[in-house]
């Protein structure tokens, strides 16, 4: 069973800057592929980036493309987003997510096995 722990969200103005982590403990990390959902306010979860387990494909939403950075350091079972420039829209809770298949880089499409608890991002205008 993988766990997966995020942190850093916040309140930030627009325009503003902040970087999510999320780091997993249990048997896999290094060959899966990791990612970040959101859910705004009575929408339901929406896929906005995702990395492969050796960090060399990534992924974005086009509403996130060129502002969010996800990265991932695998001796520290940590993922991250950085998120800059951030927009009222942006507003909302973030979870960390796992593919449980090793080496399937696919969160875009089939979303994640895993779940965080999500932590929440407010952007005010």
């Known amino acids: 069973q993988v766990h997966l722990v995020e942190s850093g969200g916040g309140l930030v103005q627009a325009g503003g800057s902040l970087m999510l982590s999320c780091t997993a403990s249990?048997?896999?990390?290094?060959?899966?592929?990791m990612g970040w959902f959101r859910r705004a306010p009575g929408k339901d979860a929406e896929f906005v980036s995702a990395?492969?387990?050796?960090?060399?494909?990534?992924h974005y939403a086009p509403s996130v493309k060129g502002r969010f950075t996800i990265s991932r350091d695998n001796h520290k079972r940590t993922a991250y987003l950085q998120m800059n420039s951030l927009k009222p829209e942006d507003t909302g809770v973030y979870y960390c997510?796992?593919?449980?298949?090793?080496?399937?880089?696919?969160?875009?499409?089939?979303?994640?096995?895993?779940w965080g608890q999500g932590t929440q991002v407010t952007v005010s205008s």
């Open positions: 997510v796992c593919d449980a298949t090793a080496g399937r880089d696919s969160i875009d499409v089939f979303g994640g096995d895993y």
């Open positions: 990395i492969s387990g050796t960090g060399k494909s990534t």
């Open positions: 249990g048997p896999t990390f290094f060959n899966n592929a």
